[in-house]
């Protein structure tokens, strides 16, 4: 019912930066929260950010003063900016939305992910 698609990942050096992108389509009514997650292999997969569809927004610590998370609503598009970027962000980054869908109901939805590589 509810498709997301990242992109926007790649390689890139230490200190550079990477804009993910997260689209959003399908039986969409409205949606309230968005959020960022990554995974890095062996580990558990960890908030990176999140904003709901109104209110402040949230980070990971290891994301603040470098990471921005933003949306646009009318596009059903998240994003995230990634400045500053170190070897430990390297991971596949997941696109998550908490949906009202149009046929009523409420679903938690996940992107494929992309994949963020740092080299140092």
């Known amino acids: 019912q509810v498709q997301l698609v990242e992109s926007g990942g790649g390689l890139v050096q230490a200190g550079g930066s990477l804009r993910l992108s997260c689209a959003a389509s399908g039986s969409i009514f409205s949606i309230s929260a968005m959020g960022w997650y990554r995974q890095a292999p062996g580990k558990q997969r960890e908030l990176v950010a999140r904003i709901p569809s109104g209110g402040s927004t949230m980070y990971a610590d290891s994301a603040k003063g470098r990471f921005t998370i933003s949306r646009d609503i009318a596009k059903n598009t998240l994003y995230l900016q990634m400045n500053s970027l170190k070897p430990e962000d390297a991971a596949l980054y997941y696109c998550?939305?908490?949906?009202?869908?149009?046929?009523?109901?409420?679903?938690?939805?996940w992107g494929p992910g992309t994949q963020v590589a740092v080299s140092s």
């Open positions: 998550n939305a908490v949906v009202v869908v149009a046929t009523g109901g409420i679903t938690w939805s």
